[in-house]
């Protein structure tokens, strides 16, 4: 059995509006506005992950990420195992 850690640690900056806006209108209708959630401006993103080579053709992988700026935070775990026939 072979294990491999990896890692990133990076930075993220938005630039221009961070507030994304779209104009939409229905057929015949007034158009109107709809805006989207705001992205930070600045984050420090963190990604680490173990996978474990369990044979030959499988191999199984967990996984962090997380996000963090602006005053919030996303954060998530994965796991999976993938086998190759």
Known sequence: MAATARGFLGWRHAFGDAAPTIGVAFAGQD???????????????ID??????????????????????GGTTSQAFKAGLHVAF
């Open 48 to 69: 680490l992950g173990l996978d474990i080579q369990t044979s030959a053709a499988a191999r199984l992988g967990i996984s962090y990420f997380g996000q963090f700026g």
């Open 31 to 45: 158009p109107f506005t709809i805006a989207g959630t705001p992205i930070v401006r600045d984050a420090a993103l």
